[in-house]
């Protein structure tokens, strides 16, 4: 399964994204593809940061990229 997050977009316009991929226990802070609004959960940076601890912390791997 795969689980897309980012963050409200920054006075510049950017966003910064997490993908973990829960059967190859992988993750990426880029996606691939470019994605739209539906396809993530909109979450704080500061959630985003914890999610990728947390993904360090259970052993994934950090790709570049995913999705």
Not at 7 to 33: C, M, V, W
Not at 35 to 56: K, Y
């Amino acid at each position: 399964m795969l689980l897309i997050f980012a963050t409200k977009r920054s006075a510049n316009g950017y966003r910064k994204y997490l993908l973990i991929d829960t059967e190859s226990r992988q993750f990426a802070r880029e996606p691939r593809h470019w994605l739209t609004r539906e396809d993530f959960a909109e979450v704080s940076a500061a959630d985003l940061r914890r999610l990728q601890e947390q993904a360090e912390t259970a052993h994934f791997e950090r790709v570049d990229y995913l999705g």
